[in-house]
């Protein structure tokens, strides 16, 4: 879109008003035309002024409210108001003096006779001369009955959302109850039925407060009797909708248990009721009761169809929320098991706890008792080794030398003995060979017993000798690897790696059918190292735990107590290799 | 020729004597049982030929033949034990031994030493 240069658009505003303006001075022809189009109008045209008093009132108004003009005229609006709606007319008051339409609202208005009527209001400011509100003008009619069921529809709708929206459903169905008060019936009352068979009241909405009270008085000073042929316990024993869209004087009579019941009946005014159960899962969980008294509705097959969706909706919500309460309920127990769990979780904890320091302290005992264990096994080995060492000292040097002195005796007696005598000299000679034959027994005894190199010569020697010995006596070949420097651990460690070694040698001769073995003495660091590996068949490690076990444990507590090791390798086909570290 | 015996054994240190005594030349100047005994007598004695034991009361052979060899006048050391391993031979001849036999087997070949020790005359050193 163009635009000329230096020329502003203006767009120019112009006010409409939508007020009504009485413009004296002009045809009177005109206004005359204009009363008799607002008395055959047949909506009911009120005006009133600022005191809500009535100042003109047309045929319409007539025929919806039951007033004749003469009647209405001079009186207060408020005739036609029900209690609760007193309000409303200073709020649409309010809303035009800021200008606002008031159009086609729906309310509720009372007759003459006492009658709700569902109307639908326009309200129209009148202004004065200088354009001020003087009054408002009214325009009314009823709620067609496609309006009603426009309202009906919109009070499920509401309801619909209520319901869905809460679980406290005893809340929800009192304002559902209250929705449906005054447009859909004049009271409502909602019953739920206990699983124990009680029923109580838990929403009751009445148009009229004072009409409330009465209800109330009346339900509890006449409850209905359990087993009545028709009414609440019959819906709720039943399931079955009940309506009566026109109550005869006569059933009241009928039903009054006393005089003072009947009075309250009539007061109450009931006109025209539904009772219809709230049924889910096949289950009475109440009732809902619709009841038409001042508004002189009388509910039809629609409005009861219409109740029953509205009670299906209700008796499913109250269904959801005790569904949802009992699994509430259920995460409840759950929490409280899981913490009831915890605790004794917690207990049990404490207990293994104990039972844990416990042990700790049976496998210090245990520990302590096995070193002392250990102790006592290390000393009695000592103990017996020392006794060794005197037996074989006192065999070798007394037996020995006591042989020995035999010995030169028969020599010396053999060389004094006549050479002639052959026989004599054969038998000093077998004698000779004889005791020559005991003292090596008693010298093998005693070195077997323990070699007196070990002490004399020291470790490194005895290990040469014990391998000589052991080729000479098995014909298995070994080398013997010493350490260049003289080594000389003390007596204890001596004994320790001497006696491993033999034991080792004998394992050699009992299980491997080794033809050759490498011995190897060496001083590795502050250790002593001895390492004895045959060529012989081997074995696998695992098996030899339980079978040749104890000698093997034997010289690995040997290591142990001296803080050194012990260590088998071993694999079958591959020969064995053991180790003995010692620290000097 | 003076021997000199060191044996922890009195029966035996007897019998050796008299044996000794037995041949010709030869002369037991002195016995002892304890190696600082033997030590201390050859010192003042100086034989010509010790005949040593291995074990003795107090100490070892070894013990007297390391304090024995002395740059002059030293003795012929002839071991004679019942421990008659290599390895004690191995040793003692190590530490200046000269002989070493069996007591129990080889005191022929002991007393074939001494006698031909004797008939050598005045000995001068070892071998």
Known sequence: MKTRKGQKRRVKQRRFKGSMTLRPGRAEAGKRRLAAIVESSEDAIIGQDLNAMITSWNGGAERLYGYSAEEAIGKSISILMPPRHEDELPKILERLTRGERVERIETVRVTKQGRHIQVEVSVSPVKGEGGAIIGVSTIAREISPRKAAEFDQRFLLEANELLAGSLDYRATLERVAQLAVPGFADWCVVHIAGADGTVEQIALAHEDPAKMQLAFTLQTNYPPRKDAPSGLNNVLRTGKSEMVSDLPDQVLVDAAQSEEHLRLLREVGIKSYMIVPLVARGRSLGAISFVSGESARRFTREDLEFAEILASRAALAIDNARLYSEAQAFNEELERRVIDRTIELVASNRQLAEQIEERRREQLQLESSYSLLRELASRLQAVREEERARIARELHDELGQALTGLRYDLSSLGNHMPKTNKSLLSQTKAMLDRIDETIRLVRRIATELRPGMLDDLGLAAAIEWQAQEFAQRTGIELNVSLPNQEVNPDRERATAIFRVFQETLTNITRHSRATQVDVQLEQVDDSLRLRVRDNGVGFEPARVQDKHSLGLLGMQERAEIMGGSFQVESEVGKGTIVTMVVPL | ?127
């Not at chain 2, 050859?42 to 740059?71: C, N, S």
């Not at chain 2, 034990?81 to 003692?92: D, G, M």
């Open chain 2, 1 to 127: 020729m003076n021997v000199f015996i060191v044996e922890n054994s009195v029966s035996l240190r007897e019998r050796l004597t008299m044996i000794l005594a037995g041949l010709k030349g030869v002369r037991v100047i002195g016995h002892a049982a304890t190696a600082a005994e033997a030590v201390q007598k050859i010192g003042q004695t100086a034989p010509d030929v010790v005949i040593l034991d291995i074990r003795l009361d107090e100490g070892t052979g070894f013990d007297v033949l390391e304090k024995i060899k002395l740059p002059h006048n030293r003795p012929v050391v002839v071991v004679l034990t019942n421990y008659p391993y290599p390895q004690y031979r191995a040793r003692y001849m190590r530490a200046g031994a000269d002989f070493f036999f069996d007591k129990s087997t080889e005191l022929d070949s002991a007393l074939d030493v001494l006698k031909n020790l004797g008939e050598r005359g005045p000995l001068d050193g070892a071998n």
